[in-house]
């Protein structure tokens, strides 16, 4: 009966065996056929480019000229940037606060910029962009996951991946964000920084919310002080027991320590109130904390400097960007003028 089967066997083999390889040599055209086209596309680019070198060399020169020119005669842009960090559910307003004075600066409505900065008219109009931007890292992220799933139920947590949470993450779930102001005037982001905070601390909503929470950190503080000092009585009233219970004992060479089953219990009353008084004081350490992190509506991290820096970032020079425009305008000029011959030459 086996000797039956094996001729079958290897007639299956022999065929999976020839599928595979049928799979293989088409994989093997397929990359010799991409290959090909590669290496035509490129020459036939190289071959463009030889033909029109000298135009592509001319425009590309022209471009860096003018680009000098331009980036000589214009005024030097300064940048500034501070860090903040927005409390009570602020960063929405701050987002939008920064995005109407960009506006104003984009639209040259410098009088109305000034009045909201709190700067001279002059000040204002040397303002060319406002920016804000989230200012996070992997490690900032992973932190705020955490915190996140701490708060949620089992059935959530488990149903949710950090994937799906970095998938939802956006400028606004940031703890942390960058303020950037470009201007001509290398110290009016330094003369800005307190209207902008302020625009924030000056909310009556805002400022309801940080009264509501400093009053909830005082009750906790209170509550969790009190009963720091109720244990601290019952602790010393666990000792003058135990020192009666001593007192009482006959004096013996052989006897230091009271074993009896009620200094026992003492001893056990007293290690769960040591545990308590630690675990009370670890609350106390996390609600001065809050109030650190909470003292402000929004919390300066890291101020503007008090001069911004020459913003000399390559891709923003002149001299870099119109040649790179020049030589791909003059690329599709030329595209198109062989486009049009060919069109001219073409016989259905």
């Known amino acids: 009966m086996s000797t039956k089967e094996n001729p079958s066997e290897e007639i299956d083999l022999g065929k999976l065996f020839k599928l595979i390889g049928n799979v293989f040599n088409k994989l093997f055209l397929l990359i010799k056929r991409l290959s090909t086209e590669i290496f035509h596309i490129t020459i036939r680019t190289l071959l463009f480019i030889q033909k029109h070198f ?24 300064y940048q500034s940037s501070m860090i903040v960090e927005p409390i009570f559910n602020s960063t929405q307003q701050l987002y939008n606060n920064i995005e109407f004075y960009n506006e104003l600066a984009e639209e040259k409505d ?14 204002a109009s040397s303002i060319k962009k406002v920016i804000i931007e989230a200012s996070t890292d992997e490690n900032q992220k992973l932190k705020q996951f955490s915190d996140f799933v701490s708060t ?3 059935i959530s947590r488990a149903n949710l991946s950090y994937k799906d949470y970095l998938r939802n993450f956006n400028n606004i779930n940031a703890k942390f964000h960058k303020i950037t102001i470009r201007a001509l005037d290398p110290k009016v982001a330094k003369k800005s920084q307190n209207a902008i905070v302020r625009s924030i601390s000056n909310n009556e909503y805002f400022k309801l919310q940080k009264n509501t929470n400093d009053l909830n950190l005082k009750l906790d503080d209170s509550i969790i002080r009190k009963q720091l000092a109720e244990v601290d009585s019952l602790k010393s009233f666990y000792q003058k027991l135990k020192m009666l219970d001593i007192q009482r004992e006959p004096s013996s060479s052989n006897t230091s320590i009271n074993l009896s089953s009620e200094n026992k219990e003492l001893d056990k009353s007293e290690i769960t109130l040591l545990k308590q008084a630690k675990n009370l004081s670890k609350e106390i350490l996390e609600i001065n904390k809050r ?44 595209i198109l003028l062989g486009l049009n011959r060919y069109l001219k030459n073409y016989n259905p």
């Open 152 to 154: 949620l139920d089992s």
């Open 110 to 123: 410098f009088n109305n910029l000034a009045a909201a900065l709190k700067i001279s008219n002059q000040e």
């Open 54 to 77: 000298l135009k592509i060399l001319i425009a590309g020169v022209i471009g860096v000229v003018v680009g000098w020119i331009l980036d000589t005669t214009e005024k030097p842009i």
């Open 291 to 334: 109030k650190a992190n909470t003292k402000e509506i929004i919390n300066v991290i890291s101020n503007f400097p008090e001069r911004g820096a020459l913003l000399n970032d390559l891709l923003t020079q002149k001299k870099v960007l119109l040649p790179i425009i020049l030589i791909g305008l003059m690329f599709v000029v030329l």
